[in-house]
């Protein structure tokens, strides 16, 4: 069994930061590509930042700049370091990782999901 355990939501003011951690655990054998996506009300869920290991990572355009996403492969953890946040920023912010495990090749998991409200 995997699961994806997220961390650090919570609520800031505009112009503030916040720290979100995603920790993978269980049966895993490698991960390929870690990710944050977030879900506003009434919105689709969207891409925030992906990356993969050696690579450039990859931002959505509303982010780049102000989000930085980094990976510790030691700890099969991914951080999304949110700089200079806005109100629309607030969102349910998803975990995501491709992963292969004894029971599946490169499956996508999903964490539950961590709250990030940022007031005006």
């Known amino acids: 069994q995997v699961q994806l355990e997220e961390s650090g939501g919570g609520l800031a003011q505009a112009g503030g930061s916040l720290r979100l951690s995603c920790a993978a655990s269980?049966?895993?054998?490698?991960?390929?590509?870690m990710g944050w996506y977030r879900q506003a009300p009434g919105k689709q869920r969207e891409l925030v930042a992906t990356i993969i290991s050696g690579r450039s990572p990859n931002y959505a355009d509303s982010v780049k700049v102000r989000f930085t996403i980094s990976r510790d492969n030691a700890k099969n953890t991914v951080y999304l370091q949110m700089n200079s946040l806005k109100p629309e920023d607030t969102a349910v912010y998803f975990c995501?990782?491709?992963?292969?495990?004894?029971?599946?090749?490169?499956?996508?998991?999903w964490g539950q999901g961590t709250q990030v409200t940022v007031s005006s």
């Open positions: 995501n990782a491709l992963m292969s495990t004894p029971w599946d090749t490169f499956r996508n998991y």
């Open positions: 269980g049966s895993i054998i490698s991960i390929n590509r």
